[in-house]
T-cell receptor
Framework: DAGVIQSPRHEVTEMGQEVTLRCKPI?????LFWYRQTMMRGLELLIY????????DSGMPEDRFSAKMPNASFSTLKIQPSEPRDSAVYFC???????????????FGPGTRLTVL | GDSVTQMEGPVTLSEEAFLTINCTYT??????LFWYVQYPGEGLQLLLK?????DKGSNKGFEATYRKETTSFHLEKGSVQVSDSAVYFC????????????FGKGTKLSVKP
Protein backbone atom coordinates (compact mmCIF):
# COMPACT_ATOMS: atom_id res chain seq x y z
CA ASP A 1 0.00 0.00 0.00
CA ALA A 2 1.24 3.49 -0.77
CA GLY A 3 0.22 4.87 2.60
CA VAL A 4 -1.64 8.12 3.09
CA ILE A 5 -1.09 10.42 0.12
CA GLN A 6 -1.23 14.19 0.40
CA SER A 7 -0.93 16.85 -2.24
CA PRO A 8 0.59 19.24 -2.80
CA ARG A 9 3.66 18.72 -0.61
CA HIS A 10 4.40 22.44 -0.63
CA GLU A 11 2.12 25.38 -1.32
CA VAL A 12 3.04 29.04 -1.38
CA THR A 13 0.22 31.50 -1.88
CA GLU A 14 -0.69 35.08 -1.24
CA MET A 15 -3.01 36.32 1.45
CA GLY A 16 -6.62 36.23 0.34
CA GLN A 17 -6.22 33.35 -2.08
CA GLU A 18 -8.10 30.07 -1.79
CA VAL A 19 -6.04 27.03 -0.83
CA THR A 20 -7.13 23.42 -1.25
CA LEU A 21 -5.24 20.56 0.34
CA ARG A 22 -5.93 17.00 -0.71
CA CYS A 23 -5.69 13.63 0.99
CA LYS A 24 -6.11 10.04 -0.08
CA PRO A 25 -6.37 7.71 2.94
CA ILE A 26 -5.19 4.12 3.06
CA UNK A 27 -7.64 1.84 1.31
CA UNK A 28 -9.98 0.16 3.79
CA UNK A 29 -9.54 2.77 6.50
CA UNK A 30 -12.78 4.26 7.71
CA UNK A 31 -11.60 7.22 9.74
CA LEU A 32 -9.75 10.27 8.46
CA PHE A 33 -8.17 13.11 10.40
CA TRP A 34 -6.83 16.55 9.50
CA TYR A 35 -4.15 18.07 11.76
CA ARG A 36 -2.23 21.31 11.75
CA GLN A 37 1.31 21.58 13.12
CA THR A 38 3.03 24.84 14.08
CA MET A 39 5.95 25.66 16.31
CA MET A 40 3.78 27.71 18.63
CA ARG A 41 0.78 25.42 19.03
CA GLY A 42 2.20 21.99 18.26
CA LEU A 43 -0.07 19.38 16.68
CA GLU A 44 -3.77 20.31 16.61
CA LEU A 45 -6.66 18.14 15.47
CA LEU A 46 -8.83 20.16 13.10
CA ILE A 47 -11.54 17.69 12.10
CA TYR A 48 -12.15 13.99 11.74
CA UNK A 49 -14.49 11.82 9.70
CA UNK A 50 -15.90 8.35 10.29
CA UNK A 51 -17.26 6.64 7.17
CA UNK A 52 -17.08 9.95 5.28
CA UNK A 53 -19.21 11.76 7.86
CA UNK A 54 -17.69 14.65 9.83
CA UNK A 55 -17.84 13.72 13.50
CA UNK A 56 -16.03 16.53 15.27
CA ASP A 57 -14.98 19.81 13.68
CA SER A 58 -14.49 21.69 16.92
CA GLY A 59 -10.82 22.14 16.09
CA MET A 60 -11.47 24.04 12.88
CA PRO A 61 -10.18 27.51 13.71
CA GLU A 62 -12.85 29.57 11.96
CA ASP A 63 -15.31 29.68 9.10
CA ARG A 64 -12.54 30.25 6.59
CA PHE A 65 -11.69 26.55 7.01
CA SER A 66 -13.84 23.80 5.55
CA ALA A 67 -13.31 20.08 4.98
CA LYS A 68 -15.12 17.55 2.87
CA MET A 69 -14.96 13.84 2.30
CA PRO A 70 -17.07 13.04 -0.76
CA ASN A 71 -16.06 9.37 -0.77
CA ALA A 72 -13.95 6.87 1.15
CA SER A 73 -10.82 7.57 -0.86
CA PHE A 74 -10.61 11.35 -0.93
CA SER A 75 -10.80 14.34 1.34
CA THR A 76 -10.09 18.05 0.98
CA LEU A 77 -9.29 20.83 3.40
CA LYS A 78 -10.01 24.28 2.02
CA ILE A 79 -9.01 27.68 3.36
CA GLN A 80 -10.77 30.66 1.86
CA PRO A 81 -9.52 33.34 2.14
CA SER A 82 -6.08 32.36 3.39
CA GLU A 83 -4.12 34.49 5.88
CA PRO A 84 -0.43 34.52 6.88
CA ARG A 85 -1.30 32.99 10.27
CA ASP A 86 -2.54 29.89 8.44
CA SER A 87 1.05 29.06 7.52
CA ALA A 88 1.75 25.61 8.95
CA VAL A 89 2.21 21.98 8.03
CA TYR A 90 -1.11 20.23 7.51
CA PHE A 91 -1.25 16.48 8.04
CA CYS A 92 -3.86 13.99 7.04
CA UNK A 93 -4.08 10.66 8.87
CA UNK A 94 -6.28 7.62 8.54
CA UNK A 95 -7.07 4.56 10.62
CA UNK A 96 -9.32 1.54 10.69
CA UNK A 97 -12.75 2.37 11.98
CA UNK A 98 -13.58 2.57 15.67
CA UNK A 99 -14.25 -0.74 17.33
CA UNK A 100 -11.70 -2.65 15.26
CA UNK A 101 -8.55 -4.18 16.71
CA UNK A 102 -6.31 -1.75 14.86
CA UNK A 103 -8.42 1.25 15.61
CA UNK A 104 -5.89 3.06 17.73
CA UNK A 105 -3.06 3.41 15.24
CA UNK A 106 -3.26 6.39 12.97
CA UNK A 107 -1.19 6.45 9.80
CA PHE A 108 0.02 9.89 8.80
CA GLY A 109 0.71 11.32 5.40
CA PRO A 110 3.88 13.31 4.68
CA GLY A 111 2.10 16.63 5.16
CA THR A 112 1.57 19.78 3.12
CA ARG A 113 3.73 22.74 4.05
CA LEU A 114 1.62 25.86 3.49
CA THR A 115 3.12 29.32 3.35
CA VAL A 116 0.78 32.29 3.06
CA LEU A 117 2.59 35.51 2.17
CA GLY B 1 -10.18 16.92 29.82
CA ASP B 2 -7.55 14.40 28.88
CA SER B 3 -4.03 15.73 28.40
CA VAL B 4 -0.42 14.69 27.89
CA THR B 5 2.64 16.49 29.25
CA GLN B 6 6.10 15.86 27.86
CA MET B 7 9.46 17.16 28.91
CA GLU B 8 10.45 20.17 26.91
CA GLY B 9 13.27 19.89 24.47
CA PRO B 10 15.42 20.11 22.65
CA VAL B 11 17.43 17.18 23.96
CA THR B 12 20.96 16.85 22.63
CA LEU B 13 22.93 13.66 23.24
CA SER B 14 26.09 12.06 22.01
CA GLU B 15 25.89 8.79 20.12
CA GLU B 16 25.54 5.73 22.41
CA ALA B 17 24.20 7.83 25.30
CA PHE B 18 21.17 6.76 27.32
CA LEU B 19 17.89 8.47 26.47
CA THR B 20 14.89 9.23 28.65
CA ILE B 21 11.99 11.40 27.54
CA ASN B 22 9.44 11.90 30.28
CA CYS B 23 5.70 11.74 29.62
CA THR B 24 2.84 12.00 32.08
CA TYR B 25 -0.84 12.01 31.37
CA THR B 26 -4.22 12.95 32.78
CA UNK B 27 -7.19 10.91 31.65
CA UNK B 28 -10.50 9.55 32.76
CA UNK B 29 -10.92 5.82 32.54
CA UNK B 30 -8.16 3.60 31.18
CA UNK B 31 -6.42 5.09 28.16
CA UNK B 32 -4.05 3.42 25.74
CA LEU B 33 -0.66 5.13 25.48
CA PHE B 34 1.59 5.70 22.48
CA TRP B 35 4.86 7.13 21.34
CA TYR B 36 4.97 8.53 17.82
CA VAL B 37 8.13 9.67 16.05
CA GLN B 38 8.47 12.33 13.36
CA TYR B 39 11.65 12.30 11.28
CA PRO B 40 12.61 15.52 9.49
CA GLY B 41 10.29 16.33 6.62
CA GLU B 42 7.97 13.40 7.30
CA GLY B 43 4.67 12.67 9.00
CA LEU B 44 4.31 10.98 12.34
CA GLN B 45 4.67 7.23 12.64
CA LEU B 46 3.85 4.92 15.48
CA LEU B 47 6.94 3.89 17.47
CA LEU B 48 5.37 1.80 20.25
CA LYS B 49 2.24 1.45 22.31
CA UNK B 50 0.81 -0.02 25.52
CA UNK B 51 -2.85 -0.65 26.12
CA UNK B 52 -3.04 -1.48 29.82
CA UNK B 53 -1.25 -0.89 33.09
CA UNK B 54 2.22 -2.49 33.43
CA ASP B 55 2.41 -3.25 29.71
CA LYS B 56 5.76 -2.50 28.12
CA GLY B 57 5.86 -1.33 24.53
CA SER B 58 9.10 -1.76 22.61
CA ASN B 59 10.43 -1.18 19.11
CA LYS B 60 13.80 -0.37 17.51
CA GLY B 61 15.50 -0.49 20.92
CA PHE B 62 13.04 1.98 22.46
CA GLU B 63 10.92 0.99 25.45
CA ALA B 64 8.16 2.53 27.54
CA THR B 65 6.18 1.07 30.43
CA TYR B 66 2.60 2.04 31.25
CA ARG B 67 2.69 3.13 34.90
CA LYS B 68 -0.82 3.71 36.17
CA GLU B 69 0.27 4.58 39.70
CA THR B 70 2.41 7.47 38.47
CA THR B 71 0.35 8.15 35.30
CA SER B 72 3.54 8.01 33.27
CA PHE B 73 4.85 6.48 30.04
CA HIS B 74 8.50 7.49 29.83
CA LEU B 75 10.42 6.65 26.66
CA GLU B 76 13.88 5.10 27.05
CA LYS B 77 16.66 3.81 24.87
CA GLY B 78 19.93 2.43 26.11
CA SER B 79 22.17 3.62 23.28
CA VAL B 80 21.00 6.25 20.83
CA GLN B 81 22.21 6.62 17.28
CA VAL B 82 22.45 9.62 14.99
CA SER B 83 19.55 8.15 13.02
CA ASP B 84 17.31 8.51 16.10
CA SER B 85 17.35 12.29 15.70
CA ALA B 86 13.69 13.23 15.39
CA VAL B 87 10.74 14.68 17.27
CA TYR B 88 9.02 12.30 19.67
CA PHE B 89 5.35 12.66 20.63
CA CYS B 90 3.63 10.99 23.54
CA UNK B 91 -0.10 10.41 23.02
CA UNK B 92 -3.12 8.75 24.53
CA UNK B 93 -6.47 7.54 23.35
CA UNK B 94 -9.45 6.09 25.10
CA UNK B 95 -10.54 7.30 28.48
CA UNK B 96 -12.33 10.56 27.84
CA UNK B 97 -10.86 11.22 24.39
CA UNK B 98 -13.57 9.32 22.53
CA UNK B 99 -11.03 7.19 20.74
CA UNK B 100 -9.04 10.05 19.27
CA UNK B 101 -5.38 10.68 19.91
CA UNK B 102 -4.39 13.41 22.36
CA PHE B 103 -0.79 14.43 21.68
CA GLY B 104 1.85 16.03 23.83
CA LYS B 105 3.78 18.97 22.37
CA GLY B 106 6.68 16.84 21.21
CA THR B 107 10.33 16.60 22.24
CA LYS B 108 13.05 17.20 19.70
CA LEU B 109 16.04 14.87 20.01
CA SER B 110 19.36 15.59 18.34
CA VAL B 111 22.08 12.95 18.49
CA LYS B 112 25.63 14.03 17.69
CA PRO B 113 28.29 11.63 16.37
Amino acid sequence: DAGVIQSPRHEVTEMGQEVTLRCKPISGHNSLFWYRQTMMRGLELLIYFNNNVPIDDSGMPEDRFSAKMPNASFSTLKIQPSEPRDSAVYFCASRLGPGTSGAHEQFFGPGTRLTVL
Amino acid sequence: GDSVTQMEGPVTLSEEAFLTINCTYTATGYPSLFWYVQYPGEGLQLLLKATKADDKGSNKGFEATYRKETTSFHLEKGSVQVSDSAVYFCALTGGGSQGNLIFGKGTKLSVKP
